[in-house]
Nanobody, 127 residues
Framework: QVQLVESGGGLAQAGGSLRLSCAAS????????MGWFRQVPGKEREFVAA????????GYGDSVKGRFTISRDDAKNTLYLQMNSLKPEDTAVYFC????????????????????WGQGTQVTVSS
């Protein structure tokens, strides 16, 4: 089992940047493929980015491609999301998620695949 705690959310201006972190504890971090999702009230959870267990493969939602970058530091048991060129429509609660993954280039955009979730961190982008 793994516990996830997000941090780094806050208020940013349009065009600005934020970096989210997700600290993991418990089972070996390297065993997990990881993802970031976001949600606004009244809408379904949206895929943002995902990364394979090795970090060698990544995937992004269409709305954030070219602006956001997902990365992981297994030595620090931490997942990151670098968010650049922020837009007001990026305003949401951001969640990190983890799922046990076989070795290989697998990353997952389906939220139902993930077994473990953090509590979320609010990101607000003003125009």
């Amino acid at each position: 089992q793994v516990q996830l705690v997000e941090s780094g959310g806050g208020l940013a201006q349009a065009g600005g940047s934020l970096r989210l972190s997700c600290a993991a504890s418990g089972r070996t971090f390297r065993d997990y493929a990881m993802g970031w999702f976001r949600q606004v009230p009244g809408k379904e959870r949206e895929f943002v980015a995902a990364i394979s267990w090795s970090g060698g493969n990544t995937g992004y939602g269409d709305s954030v491609k070219g602006r956001f970058t997902i990365s992981r530091d297994d030595a620090k048991n931490t997942l990151y999301l670098q968010m650049n060129s922020l837009k007001p429509e990026d305003t949401a609660v951001y969640f990190c998620a983890a799922t046990i993954s076989p070795a290989g280039p697998f990353y997952y955009s389906d939220s139902h695949v993930y077994n473990y979730w953090g509590q979320g961190t609010q990101v607000t982008v003003s125009s």
